[in-house]
Each structure stands twice: as structure tokens, then as C-alpha cells.
């Protein structure tokens, strides 16, 4: 599995968001910036974490982007599954039932829902607050991918 950019960059935009706009709204231009993101490529990640329900726009002098909710309750997996879609390693695990018209007899079923386990065990786990205190336990920035 590949996270691609616009996983990535949505992770980064979310602990950008957090993290500038505890009190006030976050300008998408001022986010570009900082994170060195084509502002309209930043548009159209926002655009998906608002039809999610993780970020509300607001217009006017002081508008801009803030999140719905805390930074400890959006996960990585939460953000990269509204970006990504399924975080399944392989075709077959990547909706509700497996359709593989070779489930009951493939040998290597099991090593891909062992993988398929591990990644979202360890992306449910990590929270964009935790990269936030990880970014503070360092005294300074966290490097973004």
C-alpha cells in the first residue's frame, strides 16, 4: 500500500489546521504557504475533509477553515480512508465482503489481512493530537511528508 500526496498533504493540513486555529478560523492561503502546497491542490483536499464533516468553512473577513471536532478525535486511518478510500494492501479487502472468487482456497489470504490489521491498528491508534504533543516533545517542528 502507497499513501499518495493527497493522503499525505491531508494530514499535514489537518495538523496545520489544529494547530493555528484553536481560536480562530485558518486561511487555506496561509496554509499553503506554511506547508509549501499548491493552494489549489490544498482546495480540493479541503473540499473532501468538509464533505466529511472534519472541517467547516466559514466566509467573510474573518473565514477560513477550522476543524469540527478536537485534534484527538480524528485519526490517521479516519483521514486517510476520506482521501484514499479503502487502507486495504490488496483488492480483495477493500469492501465489505471479500468477493475474490478464490477466497476459500487462496493461501495468501492470510498474510494480507494480518498486513490489512496491522495498518489500520496502528493508523486507528495515532491521532493528529499525538502528532501535535510528538511535535512539542521534540521543541520544535515534526518534518512533514
Known amino acids: 500500500m502507497k499513501i499518495s500526496t493527497k493522503g499525505r498533504y491531508a494530514v499535514r493540513l489537518m495538523l496545520d489546521i489544529a494547530r493555528h486555529g484553536e481560536n480562530c478560523s485558518v486561511s487555506m492561503k496561509d496554509v499553503a504557504e506554511r506547508q509549501d502546497i499548491s493552494f489549489k491542490y490544498l482546495e480540493q483536499i479541503v473540499n473532501l ?6 472541517v467547516q468553512s466559514r466566509r467573510g473577513s474573518h473565514g477560513g477553515y477550522r476543524l469540527t471536532r ?6 490517521i486511518a479516519d483521514i ?22 478464490r477466497v476459500d482456497e487462496c493461501p495468501t489470504l492470510k498474510v494480507w489481512e494480518g498486513l490489512y490489521d ?3 491498528t496502528y493508523l486507528e ?21
Open 49 to 54: 475533509l468538509i464533505k466529511a464533516g472534519f
Open 80 to 101: 486517510l480512508r476520506v482521501t484514499e478510500g479503502a487502507l486495504a494492501p490488496v483488492a480483495c479487502l477493500a469492501g465489505e465482503t471479500n468477493q475474490c472468487p
Open 118 to 120: 496491522t495498518v489500520n
Open 70 to 75: 478536537a485534534p484527538e478525535e480524528y485519526t
Open 125 to 145: 491508534g495515532v491521532t493528529i493530537a499525538d502528532i501535535m504533543k510528538q511535535e512539542v516533545e521534540a521543541g520544535g517542528s515534526v518534518c512533514c511528508v
